[in-house]
């Protein structure tokens, strides 16, 4: 794995292109900052085309021999199923309004990561092959012919997107880097080019049920663990349904939640939380991934892996489905869903058990957010919530891209953090809401080998972390996304050390007062709480 | 390439020269006496090309079909009745068709997308160990030049309607009055064209000195903002220092609105090259990035409802992929499921 650069390093960053005319820029595939081909198995798996062995740093990439032809022909399929593709190939006027708005930019640098010149490279493949002008004129017109370096470019660039969004908020004609970046990676993969993070992920979804590649039997042994844990810092042991028929809702949480910290102390909290209520749920090994890797490259895959949550609820008989903290997963169920496997006319319009209150605005697809769902126990005053016992996290809160800008999820995890714990402070204007930045990580693109591009995508948020941090001793980042639990601890440690990361419900799970527990002395993570600090340093 | 003292690229000098030819074509033509080719002809033919190569590229676009409906949303989503949101919130996160047009109504006449726009810095900044500290700076010049920039020519457009209809509503009267009403000179100085122009040189002038602009520029993006400063000025210039012919200039437009083309005698040269000019943007238009111009309302990011978890949006090509059912994977793992207590669709017995 390449070494990273030191932060203060890193923080160097040179952003003035070069002189010459970008086309004549050959990409440089710098170490650090691309993820490794994908072994030949998933796509097999898949049945994705042209599986083989090849490597990014190879010269001859091993491509179909007629790739360019089934690269076009993609193309053209694109531009026929999808007006946004074709919209946004046609009507960019490179104002670049949203050069200084990505992340990757920002925090690298590098010119083509402007999204402007970013969707150009797919742009000037499009004027050269399917606009007159383009034909005519050529590069005058802003066409250039496809080659394999064109090709290693775009792979090397659309896999340097975390489809965010953060650029078609700021665009004057709404245009999406996130749209092109998915649908230029379905034209890479017709001619063989996958990443392996991305394609191991959903190879293990599709089969085994969740990208760690845990099946049914492992992940309820997983699930049991956290009952364990649950009972030894509460004395309250979760009794949750395992694919049982007849529950009234399916919980569906990303997987990134029972893989590792601090996801699962999330998933714990999620536990607690329905023991608490008594909730009639069930959990599956089959709909046991609510992330949607597919999603991050593919339409199709994305549908194919979503599938299977409609398809085993209907098999369960549940009423409705809730859904954990997760990003994509959002993007998914909010935008996609319906369209890609609805109509969901076999559940019920989803109502909370606890308040009678009818979720009117999932009455088409009959999945409920979590926080929705806590929020509205929160504001009937179901839960007895003891915030104290968070008084040692300062936290402040990352509005993950996609539930911020595919959904507008902004008020539902502030409200349940400020009534969870005392001290909850604002990053910067700039850097929140839908003005929110990236991980740095997302997409598919957390693979360690990528850590550079990872470290320097991350560099916004880091930095309006750090601005917190400073000023209010903020000391925890929440966040409603797995991916954001998965790769906020390297980034913290990277830029602002002294910074954990942590889910909204397990700071819920930590304040939650459940009737005849055990005396709380430490959270979740078995840190002692507030009251005890001293007690603790004592006993050392 | 070949690339000038300052950098610019081959794209800057070639739609300049480009301009450049292009003034002097109707130039030379006029000198050979093809006034009918430069008066008439060329009018029709731009005229023709812009609406058919606008229809058609709009048919194009209306054709294919919208699969997922992906608003970007920049505010609070429809949720909980008692969840806080703005009136802000309810536009830039529609859950109704009046609100979509309300935020398309702010994106096309306000750019509310690039009201949003800031500047990015990245100072040095001792007191963090990293040693630097972004900073976003509110950058509204280039919504001011935008906005001023299409407003002004808006007004130029509809100041030249008079040329084309026998006696000019009193709305295109209206609209010249207050353009003319700043300035006070004789002839009545119309300030919408000095911004006109004043806005297109600051587009230009950001487009050769930010290197960021710079380098994502194309020749198609400075061949309009020429064609248009050639325009502005050659309008001025006919209109404040050598004046054309006023008479025979309505002559000659009218006669092609109400086609009974003419040319009226002792039209100055000036005039068939500013038309030329006007000719050749509105060609142009269909084949180019002017075309963000119906764009922006296509754009299924903007002009979508927010509405996808209580109103089912369907895709007309939606099909059914191969999918892994939940029985394969029941038999992928049964014994070990069964192991583990897991209920099965296909029990088993499994020997102690």
Redesign the interface.
């Known amino acids: 794995m390449a070494s990273v650069p030191k932060p203060v390093e890193l923080i160097q960053i040179e952003s003035k292109p070069p002189d010459r005319p970008w086309m004549d820029n050959k990409a440089v595939l710098k170490e650090g900052t691309y993820c490794n081909a994908a072994l030949p198995k998933w796509l097999e798996i898949l049945d994705y085309p042209y599986p083989r062995r090849w490597s990014v740093t190879d010269d001859d990439w091993n491509l179909p021999e007629n790739w360019k032809e089934i690269f076009l022909k993609a193309f053209e399929d694109r531009l026929n199923r999808f007006r946004s593709f074709r919209l946004f190939m046609d009507v960019c006027v490179r104002c670049g309004a949203c050069a200084d708005k990505c992340h990757y930019f920002i925090g690298g640098g590098d010119p083509k990561n402007m999204p402007v010149l970013r969707a150009e490279l797919l742009r000037s493949i499009y004027r050269r092959y399917f606009t007159t002008a383009g034909k005519m004129f050529g590069r005058l017109a802003g066409a250039r012919d496809l080659t394999e370096d064109v090709l290693k470019e775009l792979f090397y660039y659309l896999y340097q997107c975390s489809e965010c969004r953060r650029c078609s908020v700021f665009c004057p004609y709404g245009i999406d880097m996130a749209e092109m970046t998915i649908l230029g990676r379905e034209l890479l993969s017709s001619v063989g080019i996958n990443i392996e993070w991305i394609m191991a992920s959903v190879g293990s979804c599709y089969t085994t049920g969740s990208h760690i590649g845990a099946p049914p039997h492992a992940f309820k042994d997983t699930v049991d663990f956290f009952c364990d844990e649950c009972e030894d810092i509460t004395g309250i042991r979760p009794n949750p349904g395992f694919n049982r028929k007849g529950a009234e809702i399916l919980f569906v949480a990303p997987s990134g939640d029972y893989f590792a910290d601090p996801g699962t102390y999330n998933f714990m909290g999620y536990l607690l939380l329905f023991e608490y209520l008594g909730l009639d749920y069930t959990l599956s090994g089959y709909a046991a991934e609510g992330g949607n890797f597919g999603y991050f490259g593919s339409h199709e895959m994305g549908k194919r892996l979503n599938y299977k949550i409609y398809s085993e609820a209907r098999r369960l008989g549940v009423k409705w489905i809730l859904g954990g903290e997760c990003g994509h997963m959002w993007r998914v169920i909010n935008q996609y869903m319906d369209t890609w496997n609805g109509p969901a006319d076999f559940l019920e319009e989803p109502v909370s058990p606890i308040t009678g209150t009818k979720f009117e605005n999932s009455a088409a697809t009959k999945m409920v957010h979590i926080c929705e769902f806590t929020a509205d126990l929160i504001k009937h005053g179901k839960l007895h919530l003891d915030k104290s016992r968070n008084d040692h996290i300062i936290p402040t809160f990352h509005d993950s891209c996609n539930p911020a800008r595919a959904f507008g999820f902004f008020e539902e995890p502030r409200y349940i953090i400020q009534n969870v714990c005392n001290n909850f402070y604002e990053m910067p204007r700039d850097t929140i809401r839908e003005q929110t930045f990236c991980c740095g990580s997302g997409s598919g693109l957390n693979a360690d080998e990528n850590l550079e591009l990872r470290m320097r995508g991350g560099l916004p948020r880091a930095n309006a972390v750090r601005y917190v941090h400073e000023k209010y001793g903020v000391n925890h980042l929440s966040c409603i996304c797995a991916v954001d639990r998965a790769v906020f601890p390297a980034l913290m440690e990277y830029w602002v050390p002294g910074v954990d990361v942590t889910g909204v419900h397990e700071m819920v799970a930590n304040a939650l007062v459940f009737p005849g527990e055990t005396e709380r002395k430490t959270d979740l993570r078995l840190r002692p709480l507030k009251e005890f600090e001293s007690e603790e340093t004592d006993e050392d | 390439?070949g690339?000038g003292y300052m950098?610019f690229?081959?794209?800057y000098y070639?739609s300049l020269f480009a301009v450049v030819i292009l003034l002097f074509i109707p130039y030379l033509g006029v000198k050979v006496g093809l006034e009918v080719l430069f008066g008439i002809i060329v009018p029709y033919l731009a005229f023709i090309t812009f609406f058919t190569g606008v229809i058609r590229?709009i048919l194009?676009?209306a054709r294919?079909?919208?699969?997922?409906?992906?608003p970007?949303?920049?505010?609070?989503?429809?949720?909980?009745p008692?969840?806080?949101?703005t009136i802000r919130?309810k536009f830039?996160?529609p859950e109704s068709v009046w609100y979509v047009i309300g935020r398309m109504f702010m994106?096309v006449f306000f750019?509310r997308?690039?009201f949003?726009?800031?500047?990015?810095e990245?100072r040095p900044w001792q007191?963090?160990?990293?040693?630097?500290?972004?900073i976003?700076w509110s950058n509204k010049w280039?919504w001011i030049g935008?906005l001023a920039f299409h407003y002004m020519f808006l007004v130029v457009l509809l100041r030249h309607l008079r040329l084309f209809m026998e006696t000019s509503p009193s709305w295109v009267n209206f609209i010249e009055r207050i353009d003319g009403f700043f300035i006070l000179y004789s002839p009545t100085v119309y300030f919408s064209g000095i911004i006109l122009v004043v806005s297109t040189v600051y587009l230009l002038l950001r487009r050769m000195y930010?290197?960021?602009?710079?380098?994502?520029?194309?020749?198609?993006?400075y061949f309009p903002l020429f064609l248009i400063l050639g325009i502005g000025i050659t309008g001025i210039i006919m209109r404040y220092f050598f004046r054309v012919d006023m008479v025979a200039v309505k002559e000659l437009t009218l006669g092609l609105a109400t086609f009974h083309p003419v040319i009226p005698d002792g039209i100055g040269v000036l005039f068939y090259i500013h038309l030329f000019l006007v000719c050749i943007l509105f060609a142009y238009f269909p084949?180019?990035?002017l075309?963000?111009m119906p764009?922006?309302f296509?754009?299924?990011?903007?002009n979508m409802t927010?509405n996808?978890?209580?109103?089912?949006?369907?895709?007309p090509?939606?099909y059914t992929?191969?999918?892994?059912?939940?029985m394969?994977?029941e038999d992928?793992?049964r014994k070990?499921?069964k192991?583990?207590?897991?209920?099965l669709e296909k029990d088993i017995d499994i020997e102690e």
């Open positions: 390439m690339c950098g690229s081959s794209a070639v590229r194009t676009w294919t079909p919208v699969p997922y409906r992906i970007t949303t920049c505010g609070q989503n429809k949720t909980l008692w969840v806080k949101r919130d830039e996160n994106e750019f997308s690039l949003r726009n800031m500047r990015m990245l007191k963090y160990p990293e040693g630097g500290k972004l976003y280039l935008a930010d290197t960021k602009v710079r380098y994502i520029s194309l020749a198609s993006d084949f180019s990035k075309m963000h764009g922006v296509f754009s299924v990011t903007r927010a996808n978890r209580w109103v089912r949006h369907v895709n090509w939606e992929p191969k999918l892994f059912s939940y394969e994977q992928l793992y070990q499921m192991k583990a207590g897991i209920p």
